[in-house]
């Protein structure tokens, strides 16, 4: 049977989620399928920030630092659950050097500024303050003394001069934002459709035919949407449209377990200069280091992992930022990598592409009768703003007229969030008999959807062997959450794996619920949990203590 639908959206990243919820928040017919899991490709390795893009301000890119303060201001405001504000603290090795290499790149060189003194910081932190105020939930920046900084952060080397101090913001689970999202469109719009784990089979230039763990799926467009990231021109080209949009470039990071670390980053992230002028960053997140990132050109986002050069390259970064600690590779616990699919770029520098989005057009041609609309580039932070430009071009050309405006609307277990979590938190625990430290942490895990959750536990969740996790917990969301691999679950729906916690044995037992809930048989969940055991280990280097068997 062939469905006909409005808009269909190939890839379920941030972008194409953010234009799903959007579409369907207008009533919009609309389907969203995704050759993986909802989040599971460039979307599930950021930096986890939420930012402005101060660093934009160098290359002259005043509209998406106005665009990009204020969308990290609404989700802010919008998922409070996922996040929240990071203090963030820059070194300055100088007072005045940078400003003529800043004025030339802002004036179109190709060759940033490798340093950046604190002149050019001060006035920049300026320009993000006045940038941000649309929607200021967060404060205004500082210029610390040399004196200040050291003692706030004793590791520090000795060599700065000056520090920056400002806010930005960070996402906690990033690719569960983007099931929210998803689920969130699906339920204001009863006949959307969204798929994971199904892949394009084939097109006759009306119907395009998917396989998937559905079985069969035939539908007829009017307009498609290809929000597939890196793999944009290999979409295209499957779909008889060969393009050359992207022109990607790799990003690593990887995560430690360094207690001493964290204790003097003290909840802030420190923004700094390598070596080389490249800019790195650490903070704390979820009880380890996040340390990030590069910016290598690459382009084949199935094969991306983090490589030996480039955690050598992290680690030297930090012994130069940070001399009164010591950094080894044992201390890594997590490592991943994603290719930002920026648009095609003959730039010398991979860091001066320019981080803006935009929504090219191939028209209908020969067969093919509907037009494809490609998204390029953007960045996390951006990504409502991006769905409601996009959102807009599809409703004029479909005659409809927008009925709800996303800015404030919001996010998952956002909604209807408490001004005051212990008051939740208590009362929650009374209607579910669960201890109101239990609620209180899954509020800040999940929001508001944590009463359903803390309902299915009751008084006596059953935890798993090195974590924080129920099984009950797990079930619900195996349940609720179209969970299709064991991946889904312990990688994108729970922080189960990127915090390098996650045991043999309980990686075991999560295969056992995955395979009660959704009725694998033993072969099958023997499978899902070598694959799985393999990937974390060759793609993220996560170890475990032990092999998990089947």
């Not at 379920?12 to 928040?25: H, K, Q, V, Y």
């Not at 998204?375 to 959102?391: D, S």
């Amino acid at each position: 049977m062939i469905r006909d639908i409005d808009v269909l959206i190939l890839g379920a990243g941030i972008n194409g989620a953010g234009l799903f919820r959007d579409l369907c928040e207008q009533g919009i017919d609309c389907a969203i399928i995704d050759k993986g899991d909802y989040g599971g490709g460039t979307s599930a390795a950021p930096s986890r920030l939420i930012h402005g893009g101060i660093k934009y301000l160098e290359t002259g890119e005043l509209r998406l630092v106005a665009q990009s303060t204020l969308e990290r201001n609404l989700l802010l405001k919008n998922a409070p659950h996922l996040v929240r504000p990071l203090p963030t603290v820059i070194p300055i090795f100088s007072w005045l050097r940078g400003i003529g290499p800043a004025l030339r790149t802002l004036m179109g060189s190709t060759t940033a500024p490798r340093s950046r003194g604190a002149l050019l910081i001060k006035a920049g932190l300026a320009i993000y303050d006045f940038y941000g105020r649309r929607h200021r939930v967060m404060p205004r920046h500082q210029l610390w003394s040399r004196a200040r900084a050291l003692r706030d952060i004793p590791p520090l080397t000795p060599r700065i001069r000056a520090a920056g101090y400002y806010h930005d913001a960070a996402v906690t689970l990033p690719e569960r934002l983007v099931w929210e999202l998803i689920a969130d469109g699906l339920g204001a719009h009863p006949r959307a459709l969204a798929r994971n784990h199904t892949t394009l089979a084939g097109t006759d230039g009306q119907v395009i035919r998917f396989d998937g763990p559905s079985g069969p799926l035939a539908l007829r467009p009017r307009i498609v949407v290809n929000a597939a990231g890196p793999w944009i021109d290999r979409v295209n080209a499957a779909l008889g449209a060969p393009s050359r949009l992207i022109g990607g470039t790799k990003g690593s990071h990887i995560l430690l377990d360094h207690p001493e670390l964290l204790a003097a980053l003290d909840g802030r992230m420190v923004y700094f200069e390598a070596d080389d002028g490249r800019i790195c960053l650490v903070f704390p997140y979820l009880d380890r280091a996040l340390v990030g990132s590069t910016d290598i050109r690459a382009d084949d986002p199935d094969e991306v992992a983090c490589d030996d050069a480039e955690i050598a390259y992290f680690l030297d970064a930090l012994r130069g930022l940070l001399p009164g600690l010591g950094f080894d590779e044992s201390q890594i616990v997590y490592a991943y990598s994603g290719i930002r699919p920026l648009p095609a770029s003959n730039a010398a520098n991979p860091g001066l592409i320019s981080r803006d989005h935009s929504a090219p057009e191939i028209a209908p041609e020969g067969a093919r009768c509907w037009p494809i609309i490609s998204l390029v580039g953007g960045k996390w932070t951006t990504f409502r703003g991006f769905a409601a430009e996009v959102a807009d071009d599809l409703m004029a050309r479909l005659g409809v007229t927008r009925r709800r405006d996303t800015a404030l609307l919001p996010i998952g277990g956002g909604r209807d969030y408490p001004a005051d979590a212990g008051a939740w938190s208590d009362d929650a625990a009374r209607r579910t008999l669960a201890a109101p430290a239990r609620a209180r942490q899954l509020l800040a895990r999940y929001g508001t959807t944590a009463g359903a959750i803390l309902a299915a536990e009751g008084a006596t969740p059953v935890m798993l062997e090195a974590s924080d996790h129920s099984e009950q917990e797990l079930d619900w969301i195996i349940r609720n959450e179209q969970v299709g691999t064991l991946a889904d679950l312990v990688m994108r729906r729970t922080a189960l794996a990127v915090t390098g916690r996650l045991s043999a044995r309980d990686l075991k037992r999560t295969a056992e619920l995955c395979a009660q809930a959704l009725g694998w048989d033993d072969a099958h969940r023997a499978a899902e949990l070598r694959q799985t055991q393999a990937m974390l280990l060759m793609r993220h280097r996560l170890r475990m203590d032990q092999a998990a068997s089947g």
